[in-house]
C-alpha cells in the first residue's frame, strides 16, 4: 500500500518568458508541495475557449502526503507567487501561469472548489498529450478509459507541437547507481517512513524490517536483564531470514533496492544489551551469519538527539516503547557511530535530521535528497 498519494496537474502560459514560467512552476512544485516524479515534453497549443497568444503546456505527476483541497490551497499559492492575478471578468482570459489539478490517486472528489478528475480534461489535446507522456498506470475514475484511449477518443482538432523535452528534478540525483541502499537510525528517527517514501518516489523495491512480529519486544522493555538475549536472537535470526529471502527475489545488478536497516544494527544493540559472556557467544554467531549477508552499496544513517527521538517515540504511541529511557538511545546513537568510524570499507552518509520533519515538510525531504546528491557526486 502506497504512503503517499499521486497527483496529476497540468500547466500552462501564455504570458511573459512561458518557458521560464513553466520551469519555475515546475521547481515551486517541487520545493512545495510534494516530489515531482515525472514531467511531461513542453507543448505548443492555440489558446482554448478564447483568442489569444498560444499557450505553453506540460503535465506533470508528483508524489504527495497532501490532501486534494491542501494541494489546491498550495497550487493557489504558487500561481499568485507566479504572478497570476485572477479577476471577475466571466471567461477564459491569458494568463502567466495556469495549474489544474487533473487527477488525484483514482478518487472522485465534487466540491464546491474542486472536481477531480477535471470534469474537461477528455476534452482538451493539450491536457490529454502531455499527461500521456507520463505513462501513468492510471484509469479515469468515472469514463472507465486510459489515458491513451481519452486520446483516441477526443474530438479536440487542436493542434499540439512539442517544443522540447523537460527534465524532471529527480533526474540530477542517480540514486539508481546504487543497487543496494540502506537508511538506518536509532528508535524513532523515521527510518522506515524515509525509506517507504524514497522507494516510492524512486520506484525502488524495499525491504523493510518485521519488527512488529517479535514476541519478545514488549517483554525486552518491562524486563531487560532477563529477556534481552532472546530478544537479540529472535531479531538476528529474523533479519537474516528475512534479508536471504527478500534478497534472493532480486537481482543486485540489476534492481535498485531500499532497506530501512542493514543486519549490522543486531550487533549494535546487542553490545547495549547483553552481559559480556552473553555478547561474546552473539558475537561468534553473528560473525559466521555478516560474513555471508551482501552489503549495502550506501549506508545512510539518520542521525537525531534522543530530546527530538523521545517526541517522535511518544507520537507514533507504541505502548511498550513509551518507557524507553534517555540514556539507551543515547548508547544506541553511539552505538552506531563507533560502528560507523570502524567501517573503512562502508560507503556512509550521515545525515542530522534533528530539527527537520521530512513527512510534513517537503523541503526537509528535499534536503535529505540533496545530501545524497551531493555523497553521489563526489
Given at each position: 500500500?502506497?504512503?503517499?498519494?499521486?497527483?496529476?496537474?497540468?500547466l500552462?502560459?501564455?504570458?511573459?518568458?512561458?518557458?521560464?514560467?513553466?520551469?519555475?512552476?515546475?521547481?515551486?512544485?517541487h520545493?512545495?508541495?510534494?516530489t515531482?516524479?515525472?514531467?511531461?515534453?513542453l507543448?505548443?497549443?492555440p489558446?482554448?475557449g478564447f483568442?489569444s497568444?498560444?499557450?505553453?503546456?506540460?503535465?506533470?505527476?508528483?508524489?504527495?502526503?497532501?490532501s486534494?483541497?491542501?494541494?489546491?490551497?498550495?497550487?493557489?499559492?504558487?500561481?499568485?507567487?507566479?504572478?497570476?492575478v485572477?479577476?471577475?471578468?466571466?471567461?477564459?482570459?491569458?494568463?502567466?501561469?495556469?495549474?489544474?489539478?487533473?487527477?488525484?490517486?483514482?478518487?472522485?472528489?465534487?466540491?464546491?472548489?474542486l472536481?477531480?478528475?477535471?470534469?474537461?480534461?477528455?476534452?482538451r489535446?493539450?491536457?490529454?498529450?502531455?499527461?500521456?507522456?507520463?505513462?501513468?498506470?492510471?484509469?479515469?475514475?468515472?469514463?472507465?478509459k486510459?489515458?491513451?484511449?481519452?486520446?483516441?477518443?477526443?474530438?479536440?482538432?487542436?493542434?499540439?507541437?512539442?517544443?522540447?523535452d523537460?527534465?524532471?528534478?529527480?533526474?540530477?540525483?542517480?540514486?539508481?547507481?546504487?543497487?543496494?541502499?540502506?537508511?538506518?537510525?536509532?528508535?524513532?528517527?523515521g527510518?522506515t517512513?524515509l525509506?517507504?517514501?524514497i522507494?516510492?518516489?524512486?520506484?525502488?523495491?524495499?525491504?523493510l524490517?518485521r519488527?512488529?512480529?517479535?514476541?519478545?519486544?514488549?517483554k525486552?522493555?518491562k524486563?531487560?536483564?532477563?529477556?534481552?538475549?532472546?530478544?537479540?536472537?529472535?531479531?538476528?535470526?529474523?533479519?537474516?531470514?528475512?534479508?536471504?529471502?527478500?534478497?534472493?527475489?532480486?537481482?543486485?545488478?540489476?534492481?535498485?533496492?531500499?532497506?530501512?536497516?542493514?543486519?549490522?544494527?543486531?550487533l549494535?544493540?546487542?553490545?547495549?544489551?547483553?552481559?559480556?559472556?552473553?555478547y561474546?557467544?552473539?558475537?561468534?554467531?553473528?560473525?559466521i551469519?555478516?560474513?555471508?549477508?551482501?552489503?549495502?552499496?550506501?549506508?545512510?544513517?539518520?542521525?537525531?538527539?534522543?530530546?527530538?527521538?523521545?517526541?517522535?517515540?511518544?507520537?507514533?504511541?507504541?505502548?511498550?516503547?513509551?518507557?524507553?529511557?534517555?540514556?539507551?538511545l543515547?548508547?544506541?546513537?553511539?552505538?552506531?557511530?563507533d560502528?560507523?568510524?570502524?567501517?573503512?570499507?562502508?560507503?556512509?552518509?550521515?545525515?542530522?535530521?534533528?530539527?527537520?520533519?521530512?513527512?510534513?515538510?517537503?523541503?526537509?525531504?528535499?534536503?535529505?535528497?540533496n545530501?545524497?546528491?551531493?555523497k553521489?557526486?563526489?
Amino acid at each position: 500500500m502506497k504512503s503517499q498519494h499521486q497527483v496529476v496537474l497540468s500547466l500552462g502560459s501564455n504570458q511573459g518568458n512561458r518557458s521560464e514560467n513553466i520551469d519555475n512552476c515546475i521547481a515551486l512544485i517541487h520545493q512545495n508541495i510534494g516530489t515531482v516524479i515525472k514531467v511531461s515534453k513542453l507543448y505548443e497549443s492555440p489558446a482554448w475557449g478564447f483568442d489569444s497568444d498560444a499557450f505553453y503546456n506540460c503535465a506533470l505527476m508528483l508524489h504527495t502526503a497532501s490532501s486534494a483541497h491542501k494541494v489546491l490551497t498550495q497550487v493557489l499559492k504558487i500561481e499568485k507567487i507566479l504572478g497570476r492575478v485572477r479577476s471577475n471578468i466571466f471567461g477564459y482570459q491569458s494568463r502567466v501561469i495556469d495549474i489544474d489539478i487533473i487527477a488525484f490517486d483514482e478518487e472522485i472528489i465534487n466540491s464546491d472548489k474542486l472536481q477531480v478528475p477535471h470534469p474537461l480534461m477528455q476534452d482538451r489535446n493539450f491536457v490529454l498529450l502531455p499527461v500521456d507522456d507520463l505513462n501513468l498506470d492510471w484509469k479515469h475514475p468515472i469514463l472507465k478509459k486510459t489515458i491513451l484511449e481519452l486520446v483516441q477518443l477526443s474530438k479536440d482538432t487542436s493542434i499540439c507541437n512539442v517544443i522540447q523535452d523537460l527534465e524532471s528534478p529527480l533526474q540530477r540525483i542517480a540514486l539508481e547507481q546504487f543497487n543496494y541502499v540502506a537508511f538506518e537510525g536509532n528508535i524513532g528517527a523515521g527510518k522506515t517512513t524515509l525509506a517507504t517514501k524514497i522507494a516510492e518516489d524512486f520506484n525502488a523495491k524495499t525491504v523493510l524490517e518485521r519488527f512488529a512480529d517479535n514476541p519478545f519486544l514488549p517483554k525486552f522493555y518491562k524486563d531487560q536483564n532477563r529477556y534481552a538475549f532472546p530478544l537479540e536472537m529472535s531479531f538476528l535470526a529474523d533479519r537474516y531470514q528475512q534479508l536471504s529471502d527478500d534478497l534472493a527475489q532480486f537481482d543486485l545488478f540489476k534492481d535498485f533496492i531500499v532497506a530501512d536497516y542493514h543486519i549490522f544494527k543486531s550487533l549494535i544493540f546487542a553490545k547495549i544489551t547483553l552481559a559480556d559472556d552473553e555478547y561474546r557467544l552473539y558475537r561468534n554467531l553473528f560473525d559466521i551469519i555478516y560474513k555471508e549477508m551482501p552489503k549495502p552499496d550506501l549506508y545512510v544513517y539518520l542521525y537525531q538527539n534522543s530530546e527530538r527521538l523521545l517526541q517522535n517515540i511518544k507520537r507514533r504511541g507504541r505502548s511498550y516503547e513509551q518507557e524507553i529511557p534517555a540514556d539507551y538511545l543515547d548508547k544506541i546513537n553511539s552505538g552506531y557511530l563507533d560502528y560507523i568510524k570502524s567501517q573503512t570499507e562502508l560507503n556512509v552518509l550521515i545525515i542530522d535530521v534533528s530539527n527537520r520533519d521530512f513527512v510534513k515538510n517537503q523541503e526537509d525531504y528535499l534536503y535529505i535528497l540533496n545530501e545524497i546528491e551531493k555523497k553521489i557526486s563526489r
